[in-house]
């Protein structure tokens, strides 16, 4: 065999199959031949290298120098084909992915973007799913989380980081004492009707905390999600809490105000994918997103 040939392809998965096994008999199992199939071919391969593979050891097999080389390159790579391959097919022929996010977070922010994510990555189709709570550690169900939260992260997840939360309180332009409100320290504000999410009741007691101020007694009338959350304000029952990123096209419009701006809290806006799944298009999406929130 010239230098710069190839061992056959079907000769070297064999022999790798039974040196990874240790049996000509598992091997067979293993790739659905028969044991005569595996031993041809992996008398084969010897006649090719010019040199024994295994030896006799009583009942069974013993790899010889030269099998244990040979066992390590072709073990190495099957195992890096295979992933190719299993890359491959995620990218190509599996072209829609699912991203999970928080129920608020998709219809206030994500989904009035999506025709400049479309323009910007077209290659990229995505499936937005809907999800409350905790996402589970192994991402079934999802190929990919946006969410805001804070470490310790599932040690299966990849998490790249996009931006720093953002938190404030707004109320409604049309609220009665709105002049009022505005003027009013932190201190004071704590002290008037709150309203916030069940689902994140520490934002208010996170938000005194980084002015200096006591945390509330009393955080007010709690809702569910961050839209009932924020229609309530709208109507000016109260002063809501919640990321500048979800309110800034009601503040644009002038539908809300926040007087009192928005601080940086320890929470970060996330894209988590499973630590295996190395879709060149998850890094373009979170370049995309970390853009967006910039």
Known sequence: MPDSDLPPLNALRAFEAAARLGSLNRAAEALHVTHGAISRQVRLLEDALGTPLFV?????????????????????????????????RRSGTSPVRVLGCPGS???RWMIPRLPRLTDALPDLKLHLSPHEGAFPASLEGFDAALLIGTPPWPA???VRALAPERIGPVLSARHADATRLAALTPEALLREPLLHTTSRPQA?????????????????????????LLEAAAAGLGIAIAPQELVADDLAAGRLLAPWGFVETEARWVLATRRDDDDARLEALAAWLRQELA
Do not use: K, N, V
């Open 105 to 107: 977070l998709l219809a």
């Open 56 to 88: 006799r050891a009583g009942r069974g097999l013993r790899l010889t120098p030269a099998g244990m080389r040979m066992r390590d390159a072709a073990g190495d790579a099957f195992a890096r084909l295979q992933g190719a391959a299993a890359a491959i």
């Open 204 to 228: 208010w007691p996170t938000w005194a905390a980084l002015h200096g101020a006591a945390s509330p007694e009393d955080l007010g009338t709690g809702f569910e999600h961050l839209y009932f």
């Open 156 to 158: 299966a997840w990849t």
